[in-house]
Nanobody, 115 residues
Framework: QVQLVESGGGLVQPGGSLRLSCVAS????????MGWYRQAPGKQRELVAA???????NYADSVKGRFTISRDYAKNTVYLQMNSLEHEDTAVYFC?????????WGQGTQVTVSS
């Protein structure tokens, strides 16, 4: 029922920036929390950044100071601004939304950091 569509991924050089977008099919205020996860080849999916309905922020230690999660209620969109990208940031990035015990996921967008 809930659809999440990510966009903004691509190929960037180390030190570059990307801005990911996640558009939800409904109001993002209906979710308890929204966030971004990533999965690199051969690794488990990990939390990158999240924001709760109350505005509480949670970042992975590896991205603190470099990534920023934000939201636009009018556009039903959550963003992930990624600066100072590193090779280790290469992964498929997934948008996630939580409501009660239900979780929704986007299809993922590829981010590749390479020179």
């Amino acid at each position: 029922q809930v659809q999440l569509v990510e966009s903004g991924g691509g190929l960037v050089q180390p030190g570059g920036s990307l801005r990911l977008s996640c558009v939800a099919s409904g109001s993002i205020l209906s979710f308890d929390a929204m966030g971004w996860y990533r999965q690199a080849p051969g690794k488990q999916r990990e939390l990158v950044a999240a924001i709760s309905r109350l505005g509480i922020l949670n970042y992975a230690d590896s991205v603190k100071g470099r990534f920023t999660i934000s939201r636009d209620y009018a556009k039903n969109t959550v963003y992930l601004q990624m600066n100072s990208l590193e090779h280790e940031d290469t992964a498929v990035y997934f948008c996630n939304a939580e409501r009660a015990t239900m979780s929704s996921w986007g299809q993922g967008t590829q981010v590749t950091v390479s020179s």
